[in-house]
């Protein structure tokens, strides 16, 4: 089966503790994104990727650090900086960035809890 | 102003009925549009994408696109109990192709 995975499904973090979200996907895609997902908001941006060991700040990337070693995967780490991480955390690959038109699929999502 | 504008709802309609949500945009160079549709606790789903003016439909859902007046809005004919979920409207801003999510609105169908 052709997707996007997320685990795990929940997680919890403990104060001062940096926790690391994994996206792996099998589409062949070429650009990888993370969003976060605050209850009656809409999906804001931390970081994407357009490319194998490149990867860009979205708008809210503070206390956030990510790397694309492989094109399949893009673990999202949140760090003890973020004093606000309990949130949906959603991952979403594209066909081709600088197409224009390509569609952003998502994998199931991460909700992350504070302890 | 925000980027992208959703009504919050929630959009109460009869089984059966034509449900219709709107959706504004600010960045008057956007190109491209799209419906996610998100049942609580899950992730957004593609329901449709539009580019150009006009109408486009599949099968229930039909997108509408008006650039002119930045407005997109999505109609779900037939609407059946379970299209009842939050509806997120999307738009690539030019640049970078970054979607831009606005706050979504909340659909319930009653039967």
């Known amino acids: 089966d052709g997707g996007i995975t997320q685990s795990p499904k929940y997680l919890f973090r403990k104060e001062g503790q940096n926790v690391t979200l994994s996206c792996e996907q099998n589409l062949n895609h070429d650009a990888m994104y993370w969003y976060r997902q605050d209850p009656g908001q809409g999906l804001r941006l931390i970081y994407y990727s357009q490319i194998v060991n490149d990867f860009q700040k979205g708008d809210i990337a503070e206390g956030y650090s990510v790397s694309r070693e492989k094109k399949e995967s893009f673990p999202l780490t949140v760090t003890s900086a973020q004093k606000n991480p309990t949130a949906f955390y959603l991952c979403?690959?594209?066909?081709?960035?600088?197409?224009?038109?390509?569609?952003?699929?998502f994998g199931p999502g991460t909700r992350l809890l504070v302890l | 102003q925000k980027e992208v504008e959703q009504n919050s709802g929630p959009l109460s309609v009869p089984e059966g009925a034509i449900a219709s949500l709107n959706c504004t945009y600010s960045d008057r160079v956007s190109q491209s549009f799209f419906w996610y549709r998100q049942y609580s606790g899950k992730s957004p789903e593609l329901i449709m994408s539009?580019?150009?003016?006009g109408d486009k439909e599949d099968g229930r859902f039909t997108a509408q696109l008006n650039k002119a007046s930045q407005y997109v809005s999505l109609l779900i004919r037939d609407s059946q109990p379970s299209d009842s979920a939050t509806y997120l409207c999307a738009v690539m801003n030019t640049g970078f192709q970054k979607l831009v999510f606005g706050t979504g609105t909340r659909l319930l169908v009653s039967p």
């Open positions: 979403a690959s594209s066909i081709d960035p600088t197409g224009g038109r390509e569609t952003q699929y």
């Open positions: 539009i580019y150009s003016n």
